[in-house]
Each structure stands twice: as C-alpha cells, then as structure tokens.
C-alpha cells in the first residue's frame, strides 16, 4: 500500500515540552497539506506546500507551530512549548498537481497532559 | 465567508437507503467532497462532484448538487454495518496559490442491524 503514511500514530506529552510529527505522501504527489481535528469537528486547514515551497499558512499556526518540507517529499510538523489545547489529531495529505483528490493519511493523535 | 454545515446523526436500518445533506455557502467553490471516518482513522475519499454538474452515481452512492442553493447530499443505497461512520462533506476553497479543502463538521451515520 502505498498511501499517506504518518509517524506517531498516537503520541502523549506533558505540557510545554516539543513534539515533532512526520507525514510522507504518496509517491510524487507534489503538494501536501496538514490539518487539525478536535473532537467532534471537521478537519482545519493549517499549511500547505507545493514541492517544498511553504505557501500558505493558517492563523491557526501559532508561533509555536513550524512545518517543513525541506526535499519536497516527507514533511514535519513541530509545536514547541505544547499546550493542553494543542491535544487533536492531525491529519497530512497529499495530492498531485492538476488533481483535485486530496489523499489523507491515518493521523497522529496528540494528547497534552 | 467559508461555512459548511451538516446536520450531526443519522440512524437507518441496514438495507435502507441513507441521505446526509450537507450546505455550504461559497458560490465559486468548484468541487465539492464527500469523506468518510471510521473511529480513530484518517479520512477517505468517497466520491466528489464538480460544480457543473448535478448529480454523479458511484456503485451505491450518488451525490446531488444543488448549486442555487448551495445544497449537496450524499445518497447510499442498501447501507450495510459497514458504513457506519462520520461523513464530511467539503468544498474546496481557493485563494492565492492554495486550494485548501472546508469541511463541515460530520455526520454521524449509525446502521442498525
């Protein structure tokens, strides 16, 4: 299978420290893109990348939040100084240029004790 | 503004026809999504539409679109214990050089045996 793969799938902090996630997309899928869901909502977008240029970042990213894309292929997702309400999944997908599908990984859950 | 709305719950018998509905309120979205999300997992892509079109059949789902009043609904036929899930709808939101997805909040669809 060769899907979007995500690495934690589940991950448990304690408040302030730094978490660090990782998304590799389907194989020459050239744009990917991270989300956030708490529970009971739908997905919200947070950044976007085409190749590894960084395009659009959401409010959402605090400060705290960096994403990397640094070969166009796998991305990382950092929160610094993690807060209980950083605790969600977050979800990466990917999709091709000229291609209207955007393909999601399993997620990583992140709880903030 | 980037709203999408879903009513929360829907329960059907299995081998009855379920309908999610699903509003949303940019005029200039082009594609509009249905994912699916089982407990714990990431989403996956069931089926979308584009906007000049009013309806597309996928084995048992058919989506209908209703551009004048931004109305698009979800139809899956004989639903089995299977498709129990949560089901976003999503428009997909130009700006710039993103083409982010807006998902709605999820219906939670529950199959009595």
């Known amino acids: 299978d060769t899907g979007v793969s995500q690495d934690p799938r589940h991950k448990i902090t304690k408040r302030g420290q730094n978490v660090t996630f990782r998304c590799d997309p389907i194989s020459e899928h050239n744009r990917l893109y991270w989300y956030r869901q708490t529970l009971g909502q739908g997905p919200e977008f947070l950044t976007y990348f085409q190749n590894e240029a960084q395009l659009e970042k959401s409010r959402l990213l605090s400060d705290r939040f960096s994403a990397e894309r640094p070969k166009g292929s796998f991305s990382t997702l950092e929160i610094q100084r993690t807060e209980q309400g950083d605790s969600a999944m977050y979800l990466c997908a990917s999709s091709l240029e000229g291609s209207y599908e955007q393909y999601f990984g399993p997620g990583t859950r992140l709880t903030v004790t | 503004g980037e709203d999408v709305e879903q009513s929360l719950f829907l329960s059907v018998r299995e081998g009855d026809s379920s309908v999610i509905n699903c509003t949303y309120t940019d005029s200039s979205s082009t594609y509009l999504y249905w994912y699916k999300q089982e407990p714990g997992a990431g989403l996956q892509l069931l089926t979308y539409?584009?906007?000049?079109?009013d309806m597309k059949q996928d084995q048992r789902l058919t989506v209908l679109l209703n551009k004048k009043d931004k109305h698009l609904s979800l139809r899956i036929a004989d639903t089995q214990t299977g498709d129990s899930a949560i089901y976003f709808c999503?428009?997909?939101?130009?700006?710039?050089?993103?083409?982010?997805?807006?998902f709605g909040t999820g219906t939670l669809l529950a199959v009595q045996p």
């Open positions: 539409i584009f906007s000049n079109m």
């Open positions: 999503a428009e997909m939101w130009y700006g710039g050089a993103t083409n982010k997805l807006i």
